[in-house]
């Protein structure tokens, strides 16, 4: 197969590797059970195509656009995602129906604003300045992950497996946090929001 990539095409579980496709175009094409390691994809514009079960691995997705494209059960493992608007994409039909996976990633300065991203997989990740006011983030995990002093206000946080992760900002009287997980000394931060003196000399 050719490096290049091509419009309305389809692509089947195959492997793209050490390739560079930084700045280049693709419409309406699909990509099932596909791999992409060691590549190169910045701000690459990636229009109304599908991707169902892709990994992609120690790529660089920086500025990666993605309008009207679906996603379904794709998996993003020790790459960089940052200044992405997830937006964008198509997340009204039935292709996404399997949750994004993100491991050791950083999504730096992206924005999910007012989606709904249940059961999105997040793990010991880097979230700085990430958007997610008003996103619906039930029984999310977002273990381990640093979100570098960020406030999330206003979303659905039910469910959500924050363990291990740390610089959250939550104020429980402005997002629904029933059955979220959390370890110490991190949830102390929900106690703050609350104005109240919390005093640990033990006398």
């Known amino acids: 197969m ?3 990539l091509k419009n309305n095409t389809r692509y089947d579980d195959e492997t793209f590797e050490k390739l560079d496709f930084s700045g280049e175009t693709l419409e309406s094409s699909t990509f099932v059970e596909y791999t992409f390691t060691h590549c190169q994809l910045m701000g690459t514009a990636l229009s109304h195509c599908r991707w ?6 120690h790529c660089d997705l920086s500025v990666l656009r993605v309008p009207g494209s679906t ?3 794709c998996e993003v493992t020790h790459s960089k995602v ?3 608007d997830w937006t964008v994409a198509n997340w009204r039909t039935p292709a996404n129906r399997e949750p994004l996976m993100f491991h050791e990633s950083d999504l730096g300065h992206s924005t999910f604003l007012r ?3 249940s059961e999105i997989v997040i793990v010991k990740s880097v979230l700085h300045d990430v958007d997610f006011r008003e996103a ?5 995990i977002v273990t381990g992950s640093d979100f570098a002093q960020r406030s999330l206000a206003g979303q659905h946080l039910t469910g959500v497996d924050f363990r291990g992760a740390c610089n959250y900002q939550i104020d429980p009287l402005q997002n629904k946090i029933t059955s979220a997980k959390f370890t110490l000394p991190e949830a102390l931060s929900l106690l703050y929001a609350l104005y109240i003196e919390i005093d640990d000399s033990g006398e």
């Open 2 to 4: 050719g490096t290049e």
């Open 52 to 57: 169902i079960n892709v990994k992609f691995d």
């Open 71 to 73: 996603f379904s059960g």
């Open 82 to 84: 940052t200044g992405v």
């Open 115 to 117: 989606l709904k991203l």
């Open 136 to 140: 619906e983030l039930t029984l999310a």
